[in-house]
């Protein structure tokens, strides 16, 4: 039972970058109707995505299984494995953003909280479409910068354990 949890609640790493841009299509979308719409209430299940994401990797987010079981392995394009933990850093951000614009509808409205959907949508848009993940960029920084340690993501900390061609072009 404890493993079955564990696993429930386990990131994948790697991640198949083509699965992540999917997903990342999808919250475009979503985000983008929410907008063109003025419909808020969808926030609540991109919020749910992300949750769900951040906590479970595409476990219990429809929009996970979706991308990762069905449109990822029928448009052919080859896997592209990718550390996790930047991108479950990614999700975390948009979590944040997902969870605060719903508390910013409740409380100051809509038009307040437009902001922040715009803020994701930009963000997710640059994911999906140039493979450009701003939170895997911060992730980087401050891995650099120490505020998290190498041990996190050793295959981050060291490009070499992705590109073995740059370990023997400078050995």
């Known amino acids: 039972m404890r493993q079955r949890l564990r696993d429930l609640f386990s990131f994948p790493n790697p991640v198949n970058d083509v699965a992540a841009r999917t997903v990342a299509a999808g919250v475009v979308l979503l ?20 949750w769900a994401r951040v906590l479970t990797g595409p476990s219990l987010s429809p929009l996970g299984q979706l991308a990762t079981r069905v449109v990822a392995p029928t448009i052919g394009i080859e896997p592209r494995p990718t550390p996790g933990p930047p991108k479950r850093f990614a999700q975390g951000i948009g979590t944040f953003l997902s ?34 993940c701003l939170g895997c960029k911060i992730f980087a920084l401050l891995m650099r910068v ?20 740059l370990a023997r072009a400078r050995g």
């Open 146 to 165: 120490g505020v998290i340690p190498a041990s996190v993501c050793e295959e981050c900390a060291d490009v070499t354990r992705r590109h073995p061609e």
């Open 31 to 50: 985000a983008a109707a929410a907008i063109a719409f003025g419909q808020p209430w969808l926030l609540v299940p991109l919020a749910y995505g992300f």
């Open 99 to 132: 969870t605060a614009a719903i508390i910013v509808w409740a409380t100051a409205g809509w038009g307040v909280a437009v902001w922040l959907v715009a803020l994701l949508a930009a963000a997710a848009t640059l994911e999906a479409a140039l493979g450009l």
